[in-house]
């Protein structure tokens, strides 16, 4: 394992804060010398929680601090912005403001937002869920969020469904992208064509691969290398704007399978 960072790289490189079976700060610790950002994956329910205490936060910031590190913050993934039911979305909507007011000490890179339960189609098969309607719902939950953060670091990630549906809502709000590349592969769109339209915008990217069992979030000997080149050298060409490039994946040999890949690219 070297314990260096990638040269050459045409942005920030990052990946997940769970890479070796551990908490979160060993996982910080390990990594530090190795990444220049880490994506924290949080959750809170009412089985299980891994949200860090206050001396734990102030560790994590020393840590960046010492490492030229900085953090991604991946917003609860239970939560429903676009729902019908109120009382949800509100609750929703707390789960991430308590995640915000916790890690705003390190100054985070971006907050990653999941805009969930789109409706299944357009128009939807339900005819009480329309597609307008969870605009609409997704729209006041961004507005509760930009009411809490500078909108621009609000990266809203491209899931399963049509990125054109959320991006009415991205656009008024002057969000960011969050372009999850693997998402885009897994769900057969055109990882080009949404390049072209929205990398422009993107804060972070999230890359991984897909195996051979159409499952994705591994290592980067499962994407296409001729894929990879084209966003490494669109990284490099679309430099304006500062990115986070992060390898969403779980694992170590995911991890370390994944940074000889890029060293070959880059040298």
């Known amino acids: 394992m070297k314990n260096q960072k990638l040269q050459n790289m045409p942005c920030r490189l990052g990946t997940t804060s769970y890479i070796i079976p551990d908490e979160i700060l060993p996982n910080l610790r390990f990594l530090a010398d190795r990444v220049d950002d880490v994506e924290l994956v949080l959750f809170e329910s009412d089985e299980y929680s891994n949200l860090p205490s206050q001396a734990d936060v102030k560790e994590m910031a020393k840590i960046a601090q010492d490492n030229d590190l900085s953090y991604t913050v991946h917003l609860p993934l239970d939560a429903w912005p676009g729902t019908t039911d ?3 979305r509100k609750n929703s909507m707390e789960k991430g403001f308590r995640v ?5 000490p390190l100054n985070p890179f971006a907050w990653i937002v999941h805009l969930n339960d789109a409706p299944s189609n357009d128009p939807p098969t339900n005819k009480h869920r329309t597609l307008l309607d969870w605009q609409n719902q997704c729209g006041k ?17 491209t899931l399963g469904y049509d990125y054109n549906w959320a991006w009415p809502m991205v656009e ?4 960011s992208v969050c372009l999850d590349i693997g998402h885009l592969v897994v769900n057969g769109y055109d ?18 691969g897909v195996n051979n069992a159409g499952r994705d979030h591994v290592d980067l000997s499962f994407l296409d290398s001729e894929l990879l080149r084209y966003l490494l050298l669109n990284l490099k060409n679309e430099n304006s704007v500062q990115r986070v490039m992060t390898l969403e994946i779980f694992s170590q040999n995911d991890f370390e399978k994944s940074i000889d890949v890029l060293e070959q690219f880059l040298q």
């Open 141 to 157: 939950s961004l507005e509760d969020l930009t009411n809490r953060t500078k909108p621009s670091l609000l990266c809203i990630e």
């Open 172 to 175: 008024e709000k002057k969000c």
């Open 100 to 104: 915000m007011d916790l890690m705003e």
């Open 86 to 88: 109120e009382s949800i």
């Open 191 to 208: 990882v080009a064509a949404y390049c072209d339209a929205w990398l422009k915008y993107a804060r972070v990217l999230h890359v991984h």
